[in-house]
């Protein structure tokens, strides 16, 4: 079976989008679900997670510190779900 892949989408992908991929990845099975995240304009593509978001992240889980990107029309079809933010 196919894994099936969920977009968390906000403004930045600095603060709202990556946190709340932390967060699904971490109460899912990672060898179901594809969990990633984006941004709607590219204020920040290229930086770190926002270290606000680090810290709440590092109470709980681990916050990738991954090249943020911005969200295209190819990643909208080729994911399950989107969740904006």
């Known amino acids: 079976m196919a894994q099936m892949k969920i977009l968390m989408v906000c403004l930045g992908n600095i603060c709202r989008s990556p946190l709340a991929q932390g967060i699904l990845e971490s109460k899912v099975d990672s060898t179901e679900f594809i969990v990633d995240s984006a941004g709607t304009a590219a204020y920040h593509v290229g930086n770190s997670p926002d270290k606000r978001s680090v810290a709440v992240a590092k109470k709980k889980m681990e916050l990738t510190l991954a090249n943020k990107r ?11 779900f989107l969740k904006s933010m």
């Open 70 to 80: 911005l969200a295209n029309l190819l990643w909208r079809i080729s994911h399950c």
